[in-house]
């Protein structure tokens, strides 16, 4: 196997890793819904590039395609373990937007629409990122 294909499916990870990326996979997939599809009381495509043009994230209907689409399937793609690594780059730099331009004027804590839930998930993302998909993964049974 190729030494890229090695590094990018490859895991030092064990079985703790795995209950992370499957959990932080559920959650961004869930969010991701809302964005594209009205799920879970979201707003859809529609209200999502409306709401991102009002806090200057424009064109917003790409921004919310963007966004929705990186969410809903790399968020599917850390709960089956398939290429988790791009997937949790993919969700970092989401993440990362996220908190720079809606949450860090906020502050900290959630109760006041601050960055703490965003900077949860980017430590499981970057997490994942550094170590690879677990044990329990489709990557892992790849790489072997």
Do not use: C
């Amino acid at each position: 196997m190729s030494t890229l294909i090695k590094n990018l499916l490859g895991t030092r990870a064990g079985y703790g890793l795995t209950v992370l990326r499957i959990f932080v996979g559920i959650i961004f997939a869930a969010h991701g819904s809302q964005k594209l599809f009205g799920w879970f009381g979201g707003g859809g495509l529609a209200g999502t590039a409306q709401w991102m043009e009002s806090i200057g994230l424009a064109p917003g209907y790409l921004m919310a395609l963007l966004a929705g689409g990186t969410e809903f399937f790399a968020g599917l793609a850390l709960v089956i373990g398939l290429l988790a690594r791009p997937a949790a780059l993919g969700l970092s730099f989401t993440l990362l937007v996220a908190i720079f331009s809606v949450h860090i004027s906020n502050g900290l804590f959630m109760a006041n629409n601050g960055y703490e839930f965003a900077l949860a998930l980017l430590g499981g993302t970057v997490a994942v990122l550094f170590e690879g998909a677990g044990k329990l993964s489709l990557d892992a049974t790849i790489a072997k």
